[in-house]
Structures are given as structure tokens and as C-alpha cells.
DNA sequence: CCGGGTTCGTTAGCCGGCTAACGAAGAGCA
DNA sequence: TGCTCTTCGTTAGCCGGCTAACGAACCCGG
């Protein structure tokens, strides 16, 4: 059925919006986010690269990394090697926001799964699981 | 956890891009969808009617109306009895687009739980409905 | 009847996605 | 050594969300 789906996205929206309401007092938008957790772990990746690991287009990472950039998150500096590729890295201040918005987004998570036994949030993660793997492999 | 909710994110991403791929051969873009769905049972209401069922704000329901005008799916024609209210009418070409657009819907809606037993599906709508419910109580 | 508050739609401007088209730099083969 | 092809990031321009500010129209109390 289709309301199933409908649910979904309006679940999606919820915490879209909760997660960009709560990251916004440390200075950082949801669209960022994502750039951040992935250098945090991993500092001075390419644009590819990341767009790659975020599952998102390249464009969409130079877009937010300008954004980054301006706000003083992070700096781009040129591969010394390929000059093709340039590198992102992450700002002390990108860095010493870690704790505080990962914080925030372990609360959201708790609360918008507050209602749900473990069993429950087993069932939904496979059946997550299983729309997604479905979708990926197309036809 | 904060995966189930990547998990969930990533799971509306792709259906909407598929959504969007199948609608898009009607003439129909994908946040064109959600009003086509309102009018095709209620014509003639207004923008935020319309915003309100949607779940989205009234500039959002005004640009997508405009972008649907230009393309020839509706009319905007002011209430004759109250100077500031506009009412959106569906034209006969986006009335012929509803058998398709459904079923495009429909199939994608099916191939996506195609994998999900009815059980399955039951405790994935309950999951969703408690999360939905629990984000909208906020606190 | 008229003047101020309320209720509309619209506009402006931002963010975050996307595709398409470019231009610069590297890689590899003749 | 060159020339072509590939591989990058960037730019341009679209769609779909949002908030804030606005202007026009209605309503209601004096």
C-alpha cells in the first residue's frame, strides 16, 4: 500500500527538520552534517570522495563545502601531487563542534525511538533494510 | 540507534527519486504529486487549504502551483467572493494524468515492499506511526 | 462609516538536492 | 614527445522545501 510510504516520508520530514533545529545553535546545517561525520572520521577527502561515501552527487558536496568554507568549518587546499583533486579539512572549530552535535543528533534518535521496544526497532531496521535493498537493485 | 534513522532516510531518498523518475514522463514532477493528489478529490481549494493537508507551508504550495500552471496542469482563479483568496482548478489535462500517475505510484509502492510480509509490513507501519506520533507530541 | 487588526497570497532569499556542460589536469599510447 | 581520452572540480540552472517581510482585502468595534 502506498500509505506505508507516505508514513515514511512524513517520519523522514520529522526528523529532518528536529536534527536541523538542533544543530543550528552550534553554527551547523543539516546539509553539513553529513561532511562532517565523514571527515571527523576521515580528514582530507575529495570532494568525490565524499559525495561518494555520503551517497550524493559531487556538485552537492562543493556546494556545501563553499558553505562550510564561508562559515570557517573547513579549508580547501590543493592536492600537492594530482592537481586535479583538492582536499577538505576539517577546522579546529569543526572539530571541537564534534561532541556537542553528535550529542544532539544520539538525543533525537532516542527520543523519536523512545516509544519503540528493542524487538520493534529490530523489526523496523529489517524491514528498512529489506525497502532498501529492493530499491537498489532496481528493475 | 542513529542508523535505523540513516537507514530510514536513505529508504525515502531512493523512493522518491524513483517516484520522481516515474512521474516525470507525464509531465508531472514529483512535488507536483501531493497537490495533483488533494485536487484530483477536491478541486477548487486554495493555497493553504491545500498547504494544510499537504503538510507543507503556503509559499511552497504557491511556487509548485505556479511551475503547475505554466505547464498547463491548473488554473488560478480569484474567489468571487473573497478578494483575497485564490481557488486552484485542476484543467481537464491534469484530470486525464490521474489513471497513470496512481499506478506508476502504485507500482513503485509495490516493488518496494515486495519483499515485506504482510506481518513485516504491519510492524514497519506501527513502528512508523510511533515515531511520527511521538516527533509531532515534540517536548 | 471608518480605521486598525487579522487573514490571505505573494515575493524575496536561503538551503540542499539534482543534471548537464565546462575546463583544467593527468594518463596512456602511438 | 605529443595527442587524445579520461578524470577531476566547478559552474549554471532547475526543483522543492523553508522563513521573513509585504501588500491587499476583509472584519469588527467605535
Known amino acids: 500500500m502506498t500509505d506505508v510510504i507516505r508514513?515514511?516520508?512524513?517520519?523522514?520530514?520529522?526528523?529532518?527538520?528536529?536534527?536541523?533545529?538542533?544543530?543550528?545553535?552550534?553554527g551547523v546545517r543539516i546539509g553539513q552534517n553529513l561532511?562532517?561525520?565523514?571527515?571527523w572520521q576521515d580528514d582530507g577527502l575529495t570532494p568525490g570522495e565524499l559525495a561518494a561515501r555520503m551517497g550524493v552527487t559531487t556538485p552537492t558536496v562543493v556546494n556545501t563545502a563553499a558553505r562550510?568554507?564561508?562559515?570557517?568549518?573547513?579549508?580547501?587546499r590543493p592536492d600537492p601531487r594530482?592537481?586535479?583533486?583538492?582536499r577538505l579539512y576539517l577546522t579546529p572549530s569543526a572539530r571541537a563542534a564534534r561532541a556537542p552535535i553528535s550529542d544532539a543528533r544520539r538525543r533525537i534518535a532516542d527520543h523519536a525511538l523512545a516509544t519503540l521496544t528493542p524487538t520493534e526497532l529490530r523489526h523496523l531496521t529489517s524491514a528498512l533494510e529489506k525497502i532498501v535493498k529492493q530499491m537498489d537493485a532496481g528493475t
Chains 1, 2 share one sequence.
Request: charged share 30%.
Open 82 to 86: 594530482d592537481g586535479r583533486l583538492v
Open 68 to 76: 562550510m568554507e564561508a562559515a570557517g568549518l573547513l579549508d580547501r
Open 35 to 39: 561532511v562532517l561525520e565523514v571527515l
Open 7 to 26: 508514513l515514511l516520508t512524513r517520519a523522514q520530514k520529522l526528523l529532518r527538520a528536529a536534527t536541523d533545529d538542533a544543530m543550528r545553535p552550534h
